[in-house]
């Protein structure tokens, strides 16, 4: 077992610092893991995905994965990675929250298996719930110093000063005993041998596999173990998972099937090669085939095509990623104002949302806005009325699709699900009127 998921994970290049005895742990039998999710929003971003995938690879081999929603946790906030303290969140909104994330879980994770490694859920508010600060301070804070948890980086880069850093209150330097104490929990009552997390989380797993060891004293059979991933990172140095509009979300309100499907499909060459091995589930033949393939003919995006496709199914599913793709089409759609009056005014909205926008008053389009002013003056897409005139001589400008010439004004009939008008000046140039 251990063969085949930790070296599964390392061509996929998602270890990054494994507990020595791991592997043999891993080998050994079926093994119970876990990861835990900070429940700071009601749904996950992509950056999520990573841990559900080490779940579901975990899975796949016989081992036995815990998804532990950190309601307790979450009172208090990790301040690894932090340079400042988060906002406590009151009760209400962590229930919220929590409910949402075990939504999301339950979609890649089968918690009603029957099987033998079948996943479980867990929330360790409650375990937590009703520990009181005199007995946590008894039973755990007395087994380990405070010298140990002041090495910790996430505690270290904190208290340094530096990065505008303002130190770090007695509530979030407690976060990793608490932590810890969860790893313990589950080692007593699940048999949970092994924490796996980012890379950013190797101090609170440590803490926690330390934990397990001191509070077993005595027990030469206690042993805990510890595994990372790499935190994702883009080639360009910009942070992973975000978009101009926020966080690329797992959930479908937050962030549509399509602008998700989008994200993937416009991925760089170098990332797109990195993200097909840890965000898919294709095998090391079929991902060598493609990554050579799309070296042979670049322009054709095969790499970001089968990577947009095989993450789109797995988050949401292949009918929504089929959706994706034949809306994704419609821009270039031979039918364009047929097709497009199929779509919903939302859909429309994220089609639209990525390129070169103005908006114009109703009254404008109402009165019938003339060409050279839409492609000009009124929205400054082309720098000047001349460069405009030239464009609709050389028959380059289109409506919709539709070529037009000098003479035409946008009317109300032009607009596309009541408040868009779609402009071309040129093969490659499109622009959006939207009507407020």
């Not at 919220?96 to 479980?120: M, Q």
């Not at 313990?184 to 092994?194: F, I, N, Q, R």
């Not at 980012?198 to 440590?206: L, P, V, Y």
């Not at 330390?210 to 509070?215: D, K, S």
Request: aromatic share 8%.
């Amino acid at each position: 077992m251990a063969n085949k998921f930790v070296e599964e994970l390392r061509w996929r290049g998602m270890v990054h610092d494994i507990m020595p005895g791991t592997e043999e742990q891993l080998d050994l039998e079926m093994t119970t893991a876990y990861i835990g999710f900070d429940p700071t929003s009601d749904a996950l971003h992509i950056g999520s995905l990573v841990p559900i995938i080490l779940l579901v690879h975990l899975e796949k081999v016989g081992h036995k994965p815990i998804a532990l929603v950190g309601g307790a946790t979450g009172m208090i906030g990790d301040p690894s990675g932090k340079s400042d303290e988060r906002n406590l969140l009151d009760e209400a909104t962590l229930e919220h929250n929590v409910a949402g994330i075990k939504n999301i879980l339950s979609r890649f994770l089968d918690f009603n298996s029957t099987e033998r490694n079948a996943p479980v859920l867990v929330n360790n508010y409650d375990w937590m719930k009703d520990f009181s600060f005199i007995n946590f301070a008894r039973d755990v804070g007395k087994r380990i110093t405070v010298n140990y948890m002041m090495a910790k980086d996430s505690v270290k880069k904190r208290l340094s000063g530096d990065e505008g850093n303002v130190g770090m209150s007695f509530t979030e330097f407690t976060y990793q005993l608490i932590q810890g104490y969860d790893f313990h929990h589950l080692y007593k009552t699940m048999g949970c041998k092994l924490q796996m997390g980012g890379s950013d989380q190797w101090g609170n797993i440590t803490t926690g596999t330390e934990l397990v060891r001191r509070m077993h004293d005595g027990d030469d059979q206690a042993k805990a173990y510890a595994m990372t991933c790499p935190l994702i990172t883009k080639a360009d140095g910009s942070k992973f998972g975000k978009s101009e509009g926020g966080n690329i979300w797992l959930d479908a309100d937050k962030t549509s099937v399509y602008k998700f499907y989008q994200f993937w499909l416009n991925t760089t060459d170098e990332d797109a090669e990195k993200y097909i091995k840890i965000f898919t589930f294709l095998d090391k033949e079929t991902i060598e085939s493609l990554i050579e393939e799309h070296k042979k003919n670049p322009g054709f995006n095969a790499l970001q095509k089968r990577l947009a496709e095989e993450v789109t199914s797995f988050v949401h599913s292949k009918e929504a990623l089929d959706e994706s793709i034949e809306t994704s089409k419609v821009l270039f759609s031979k039918n364009f104002k047929e097709d497009i009056k199929k779509l919903k005014v939302t859909t429309l909205d994220d089609i639209f949302s990525d390129i070169q926008t103005a908006e114009i008053e109703r009254s404008k389009i109402e009165s019938g806005l003339d060409i050279i002013a839409a492609l000009s003056a009124d929205t400054n897409f082309l720098s000047s009325n001349g460069e405009a005139r030239r464009a609709l001589k050389a028959n380059a400008v289109a409506v919709n699709k539709e070529k037009v010439t000098e003479d035409y004004k946008i009317k109300i009939s032009d607009l596309i699900g009541d408040k868009y008008v779609v402009l071309n000046s040129g093969k490659k140039n499109t622009y959006i009127i939207k009507v407020d």
